[in-house]
């Protein structure tokens, strides 16, 4: 893979697919977006999605290079294939990799959407000066990846850095995946808005314009959450110091386990850092282990879309 | 590294330090054990293990190759050094690896025990068959240590694979590091005889022989129980259902994380798995996410000593 100049990263999401094209340097070349129309079938989006390769390159008057899908969802990186994805049940198990690699003529390689932003995390956020680095994303899910030495480690099955189902609170709140007290069921964006839905509860006085901006249609998301944390609301900010604490166990957790260099935040909801970085920072200066925890780092990531950007990277000079 | 026959592992313990040589084939050629007597220092410690290697290589008539030190506390492998180690305060920051170097006149690696011990379940539980293993010791710490790709992953200061403290429990039981809900307040020797008393002072009329035992001065330790479960006894084999159930926490987040071939089960409560491993399998069942939990193993080690058979294995032929 090396030599090469550019690299496209394809994250294929529920309801958007966005491509975007990168140097070496790091620097985005240019970017598409497609609706994913999962439910036109498989055939039908890898189609459109060459398409839309060749009308970038077109656009931008040159080639980009090898390609990395990136999906959410249970991926087989070595087949290349969906085993399971709740938001594209019609794209599992069918050969997506491969069929890109036919319909564009050139290098396809397709991993977790995760496990890219973990990449993406890596290569563009610490700009490699570390070999050892955890990815998190916090979002809709929390997922996360793993690099390690400077590779990117997926595991045996290509599931390794599903941090959002490590268990924060055993027998705690239930989360989407059917399992009690998971990291995702209180910092992934369901858990954020039902922890802020029941403080507003319990506390009928406080926070009207957080209840209201709840009203009015906006919902307990977690922008809205941190505007309002942002404003000064105690609500708001008392779920987020909530949120950091229970991202702190889950980090102290990681550090034990995996002793990285550093570990980086992407994901949406970093615009609320500022109120949830603080439990985090305290949980980790806690443990009275001190060596892996005064030696690791705990950022949070500048860029957005770091699942395409990590999988561009990848697609550039990830693979092996 | 390639080409040596015999590889001589060190375990240095807080009061033994047990030496084993060992045959590329696993083969153990001899063993030899000397106290280690940490408070007359580590120069003192070195020079008598130094004497105990030679002791051994003229009893069995044939030079013994590379040495791995093994020992338990926060061990820094790139500098040979311990940074601290609650059992041998006074080897804390001296150049133990470095002066056997001196003292033998070959390679002499240094690791955590744990690490060690997940080598060896690496090596020889499991021959080698899966790439990805993780080794979990179970004794009166819980420790534990990471292969991936067939090569031991130490983390970024040598701390990788401290799953004794992962919470399992956050704000429970009170752990030996300070912190609250560690794996080892649960699985670890204190924590078991902690427990198996509360039981038996909840239910005063049972097991009498359990209760006898324990005041008889063998102590609730996890032989006893593990004889007592053996026998039936209501109260041991509840303790080891919630030995169980803690261990599956942990576990069930391992394998969400590092995605494994297999995880074995080392150190000396393995006599009781019978009774422990049952609702380990329940909670891998349970998860949802399927594809990393069908395809990991969990087993329990057959072999005792995994700590200096690990690191005489690595010895031989893990190093770089």
Redesign the interface.
């Known amino acids: 893979m090396k030599g090469r100049l550019t690299g496209l990263g394809i994250d294929t999401g529920g309801s958007f697919t966005k491509l975007i094209a990168i140097a070496e340097s790091g620097a985005v070349l240019g970017k598409a977006q497609i609706p994913t129309l999962s439910e036109k079938g498989p055939r039908d989006f890898i189609r459109r999605a060459a398409q839309a390769v060749r009308a970038l390159e077109r656009r931008l008057g040159r080639s980009l290079g090898d390609v990395c899908l990136a999906v959410a969802g249970?991926v087989d990186p070595r087949r290349g294939r969906l085993?399971?994805s709740p938001n594209l049940p019609r794209f599992e198990d069918f050969p997506l990799r491969d069929t890109l690699r036919v319909a564009l003529d050139r290098q396809v390689e397709m991993h977790n959407d995760a496990n890219m932003a973990a990449w993406g995390c890596y290569t563009l956020e610490l700009r490699r000066r570390?070999?050892?680095v955890l990815g998190i994303t916090m979002g809709t899910g929390i997922g996360g990846g793993?690099v390690?030495g400077g590779k990117l480690?997926?595991?045996?099955?290509?599931?390794?850095?599903?941090?959002g189902?490590?268990?924060?609170?055993?027998g705690g709140e239930r989360c989407g995946?059917?399992?009690s007290g998971c990291l995702e069921a209180y910092a992934g964006k369901a858990g954020i808005a039902k922890l802020a839905a029941r403080l507003l509860e319990e506390s009928p006085a406080a926070s009207p314009r957080l209840r209201a901006a709840a009203k009015g249609g906006d919902g307990l998301d977690p922008e809205v959450l941190a505007r309002a944390a942002q404003a000064g609301d105690p609500v708001a900010r008392e779920v987020w110091r909530r949120v950091g604490a229970a991202m702190g166990?889950g980090i102290?957790?990681?550090v034990?386990?995996?002793?990285?260099?550093a570990v980086v935040i992407a994901g949406g909801v970093s615009q609320a850092g500022a109120f949830f970085m603080d439990p985090i920072r305290r949980a980790l200066a806690?443990?009275?282990?001190r060596?892996?925890f005064t030696?690791?780092r705990v950022t949070l990531a500048k860029r957005a879309q770091l699942g395409s950007l990590g999988a561009a990277m990848y697609a550039l000079e990830g693979a092996d």
Chains 1, 2 share one sequence.
């Open positions: 249970d085993r399971r570390f070999p050892n793993v390690q480690y997926t595991g045996s099955t290509g599931s390794a850095g599903e941090f189902h490590m268990r924060v609170v055993p995946c059917g399992a166990v102290v957790n990681l034990y386990l995996f002793n990285p260099d806690e443990e009275s282990f060596t892996p030696h690791v």
